[in-house]
């Protein structure tokens, strides 16, 4: 008997950018609504916690160990078999080179044994749109994208059409808050473990540098306030002073990247006069409280709608990649089973080789 006709598309999702080991089932209907079937992610914590970090090497070796049988069970959890799948979307970079090879190279297996489409995926995108699986948010939208690696103010105006209006010129807001805990002692990850210990603090005990007083556009900068809040963390021997800074620095990473998306909304409702004025705050940095809150005033003061991801799709997961994938299928976009890991992959590439935020490197324009 012929199968009965499938509404919309069913994709696997694989991402291994960095220190989890993800992956996801998702359907995409024809109406654009979208259901997670299944979601599994491995994380690495055990792994990278005695270096305070991640290390490279280790997390390309644990995605090895741990793809087949995450990918085993998502397709499990989802009541579907391989045979189910349109499609199949994996990470082929921004990240660890070692760690997006993985995960790529699964899912060039998997589309060649199952004969359906590849969909190579920037894992930034993936977080540009992490917000739709949980609501319903029309392109186009001014989106914040904060993370570990990455910090950057975009206007998005449809599947993989990103225009760049601001970057870190050096540090990203995620890095920031993990090196300052790992300065403060704090077990890593270092992030919600630095906002947990800021709820018992004082941040006026501390002054901070500010970053790029004198510029008036949305890069953001983060290196001076890491080393600056390093240095203080030497001196500090009691429990309530770690606690001051821990808040005195959340406070300032909150501060800077409110200021800069003020700036951004500003140019946004200049270009968007017609349109519905919407924001979207993705990545890991999204689940901050401090940092939501503020970009929540800013949205308040400037007439934009407020959405970000459920608190399970800020950090880094497969189910955003299968979404972006599948709104790529949609639209007939698919790659060959050549597309190559790529340790850079800026949103907006003519802006990242037109005007790069810092130099090049061996691997390309950096976001």
């Not at 999702?13 to 996801?24: F, H, P, Q, V, Y």
């Not at 994380?43 to 005695?50: G, M």
């Not at 300065?183 to 970053?211: H, I, Q």
């Not at 900068?221 to 080393?227: I, R, V």
């Amino acid at each position: 008997m012929p199968k009965p006709e499938k509404l919309g598309l069913t994709i696997l999702g694989l991402e291994t950018s960095c220190d989890e080991t993800a992956a996801s089932v998702v359907r995409r209907a024809d109406d654009g609504t979208v259901t997670v079937l299944s979601s599994i992610i491995g994380t690495q914590f055990e792994q990278h916690a005695p270096f305070g970090g991640v290390v490279p090497e280790i997390a390309a070796r644990a995605h090895v160990e741990a793809i087949d049988a995450i990918a085993a069970e998502a397709m499990r959890a989802s009541g579907l078999s391989f045979a189910d799948l349109d499609g199949v979307a994996a990470t082929a970079g921004p990240g660890l080179v070692g760690g997006v090879m993985v995960g790529l190279a699964f899912g060039k297996a998997v589309a060649l044994a199952r004969d359906v489409p590849l969909v190579a995926v920037n894992h930034l995108e993936g977080h540009a749109v992490s917000a739709r699986l949980g609501a319903d948010i029309p392109y186009p939208f001014l989106l914040l994208l904060v993370s570990g690696g990455h910090c950057q103010l975009l206007e998005v105006a449809g599947v993989g059409a990103c225009t760049r209006l601001g970057t870190t010129i050096d540090d990203a807001a995620g890095e920031a808050f993990d090196k300052i805990a790992k300065s403060l002692g704090l077990p890593y990850p270092g992030g919600p473990a630095l906002e947990k210990l800021a709820t018992t603090g004082d941040p006026s005990k501390f002054e901070l540098p500010r970053a790029l007083l004198g510029r008036k556009d949305c890069d953001f900068s983060f290196s001076g306030l890491k080393t600056a809040a390093a240095r203080q963390a030497e001196k500090i021997t009691d429990e309530q002073s770690r606690a001051d800074l821990a808040a005195a620095v959340q406070a300032a990473i909150a501060r800077q990247l409110s200021e800069r998306t003020e700036r951004a909304m500003k140019l946004y409702k200049t270009s968007h006069p017609d349109q519905p004025l919407r924001f979207v705050v993705a990545g890991g940095v999204a689940a901050n409280g401090a940092v939501k809150a503020a970009l929540r005033k800013n949205c308040d003061d400037n007439g934009f709608s407020f959405d970000a991801p459920p608190l399970v799709y800020c950090t880094d997961n497969a189910a955003m990649i299968a979404l972006a994938g599948a709104e790529r299928l949609a639209l007939g976009l698919f790659d060959d089973l050549d597309a190559v890991a790529r340790p850079r992959w800026p949103l907006d590439e003519a802006a990242a080789l037109s005007n790069p935020s810092n130099s090049f490197g061996r691997k390309g324009a950096k976001a």
